[in-house]
T-cell receptor
């Protein structure tokens, strides 16, 4: 079962910051939060991940609340090419390896 | 940089036929994962391999099998295909010690299987 909940869809104006929320209230202390996106049934593209500190890379920023029960992905200047389904995923320990448990994702539509 | 390579990209098979999908991980990656994504659905974990041994098993049907070879590439074999097997199949790869210490896994572009 997915450990994350996200709004099913969001709109954002081109050039503005897109803020995508994610709830992961049952996350354990050693479980990372990952964000991937999928553009029209292409392979999932890695965006960013974090454990408890805020993270930033060339694509996005990840803000994790202090209690780690929720996080927000920020795309600072959204472009039309950022239209995609964004997945917030918790990495959990499997029997012998870690696994990504996918939820339903947020369909982000960037409007001109 | 080299990415995860999957082949074929598209495949059409009839019911009850057999299909084989191939995955070539990023060089030096020792772990491979297979996911299935049905139309309008989220990716579902099927199976993973580490150092040529099965490491975890998800919702892989008994009609499916997979293995990882000495060169670390992996093949997903699907037999007695059903209409419901029509999906996008993703492979991902990672370097285990890097993944275990909190880095990421990378996905291929996927193989579209259509069963008619």
């Amino acid at each position: 079962d997915a450990k994350t909940t996200q709004p099913p869809s969001m709109d954002c104006a081109e050039g503005r910051a897109a803020n995508l929320p994610c709830n992961h209230s049952t996350i354990s202390g050693n479980e990372y939060v990952y964000w991937y996106r999928q553009i029209h049934s292409q392979g999932p593209q890695y965006i960013i991940h974090g454990l408890k500190n805020n993270e930033t890379n060339e694509m996005a920023s990840l803000i994790i609340t202090e209690d780690r029960k929720s996080s927000t992905l920020i795309l600072p200047h959204a472009t039309l090419r950022d239209t995609a389904v964004y997945y917030c995923i918790v990495r959990v320990a499997g029997r012998s390896n870690y696994q990504l448990i996918w939820g339903a994702g947020t369909k982000l539509i960037i409007k001109p | 940089a080299a990415g995860v390579i999957q082949s074929p990209r598209h495949l059409i098979k009839e019911k009850r036929e057999t299909a084989t999908l191939k995955c070539y991980p990023i060089p030096r990656h020792d772990t491979v994962y297979w996911y299935q994504q049905g139309p309008g659905q989220d990716p579902q974990f099927l199976i993973s391999f580490y150092e040529k041994m099965q490491s975890d098993k998800g919702s892989i049907p008994d009609r499916f099998s997979a293995q990882q070879f000495s060169d670390y590439h992996s093949e997903l074999n699907m037999s007695s295909l059903e209409l419901g097997d029509s999906a996008l199949y993703f492979c991902a790869s990672s370097l285990a010690r890097s993944w275990n210490s909190g880095n990421t896994i990378y996905f291929g572009e996927g193989s579209w299987l259509t069963v008619v």
